[in-house]
């Protein structure tokens, strides 16, 4: 019997992004179109008659803009949702308000007349949309009550905790997961880096965001900058996120070197370097993610005495990375989302436990 084929629901106002999306799914072999729609009020009706799996959806839409459409799906019919995004400031904003709303990913608009771009997106569309079929949702931000932020460290804890450092990978969901932990960081939380999977502009509007939102400072990182407690550093898009010395304090070394696990910036990156510079004054923690990316990264840290955390399968939007890191034991321990967070600092509180 052959398996089930995921069935696709694509949404968009251009008629040439319609055509190239459904030119893209009709060419995977587990997947098929079973609808197109040019704005969300077809697409509703449709959502109804056809029961997709997976919906690619555009953000400017006619009658109804795609924002307002996820959030009456995702309240009325939740279903995985790739977001199809413009690469512009306001289009990354409204990706990022997206996946606040529910949708699992987002890929950049296809570059329409370039073979190899469209080939090289592609497989990126095709991957998502897989991914997205076998994801769970998770509750709207909205939907979510508010928690408490940590406590502070205090006087000692916090003299400790300025000698360590916490860096966090995350893929697919990784946003929102990032997101749920550095809201409720205390202000003098250990310099903490983060590498996403994320295009230039994304991960700049992404870091804006999370700084209005925390209490410690959030910042795309900037190549040779020291780092700080009280501050995260976010990878920027295209380029590898990594720990240096300088002097006697780490500080942050961008390059453009190639892909590692086909990522740019990858996690394995940012965890080696931790688990070579820092060991155990670290603290690694690997979130949702489709593939491999920082498992062995974070092995590596658990090798050098760093404390390591991997999200659990049950809060996970996509159980790959964590996953893998779980199976080869690079993860001490595995937790929900939500209590990832408190369980740092609880070892940040207790020193001498971190490198138990």
Same mark, same amino acid.
């Given at each position: ?225 020291? /780092? %700080? +407690?009280?501050? $995260? ?7 590898? !996120? *990594?720990?240096?010395?300088?002097? &006697? =304090? ?83 321990? /595995? %937790? +929900?989302?939500? $209590? ?7 070892? !940040? *509180?207790?020193?001498?436990?971190? &490198? =138990?």
């Amino acid at each position: 019997m052959s398996q089930r084929k995921i069935r696709v629901l694509i949404v968009d106002d251009s008629a040439l992004v319609r055509s190239l999306l459904a030119e893209i799914v009709a060419a995977e072999h587990d997947m098929e179109v079973v609808g197109v729609a040019r704005d969300p009020v077809i697409a509703r009706t449709l959502v109804r008659e056809l029961n997709p799996d997976v919906i690619t959806l555009d953000v400017e839409m006619p009658r109804m803009n795609g924002l307002e459409f996820l959030e009456r799906l995702m309240r009325l019919r939740p279903t995985p949702v790739v977001m199809i995004s413009s690469v512009t400031q306001s289009g990354a904003d409204a990706t990022l308000r997206a996946l606040e709303l529910g949708a699992v990913d987002f890929v950049a608009k296809p570059k329409l007349g370039i073979a190899e771009g469209v080939s090289r997106t592609a497989a990126e569309i095709a991957g998502k949309i897989r991914a997205a079929a076998r994801s769970r949702l998770r509750a709207p931000r909205a939907e979510a009550p508010a928690r408490p932020p940590l406590a502070s460290l205090g006087a000692a804890a916090g003299a400790a905790s300025s000698e360590k450092l916490i860096c966090i990978g995350a893929s697919t969901g990784g946003t929102e997961a990032v997101r749920e932990m550095l809201e409720i960081f205390p202000a003098d939380c250990p310099a903490t880096l983060v590498t996403l999977h994320m295009p230039p502009e994304f991960t700049r509007r992404f870091a804006a965001r999370l700084d209005g939102l925390c209490r410690i400072g959030v910042r795309e990182a900037q190549d040779g900058e020291r /780092v %700080l +407690p009280g501050h $995260a550093y976010i990878a920027p898009g295209g380029r590898h !996120l *990594a720990l240096k010395l300088s002097g &006697r =304090a780490y500080a942050v070394s961008l390059s453009d070197d190639p892909p590692v696990n086909r990522h740019r910036p990858s996690v394995d990156v940012l965890f080696g370097s931790a688990a070579q510079l820092a060991g155990a004054d670290a603290l690694g923690v690997l979130l949702t993610g489709m593939g491999k990316d920082g498992a062995h990264g974070l092995l590596r840290m658990r090798e050098a005495g760093a404390w390591t955390i991997a999200q659990d399968e049950a809060t996970s939007v996509v159980f790959g990375m964590p996953r893998e890191a779980i199976e080869m034991g690079a993860a001490r321990q /595995v %937790l +929900p989302i939500g $209590a990832i967070a408190p369980a740092l600092f609880e070892r !940040l *509180a207790k020193p001498g436990l971190v &490198r =138990a």
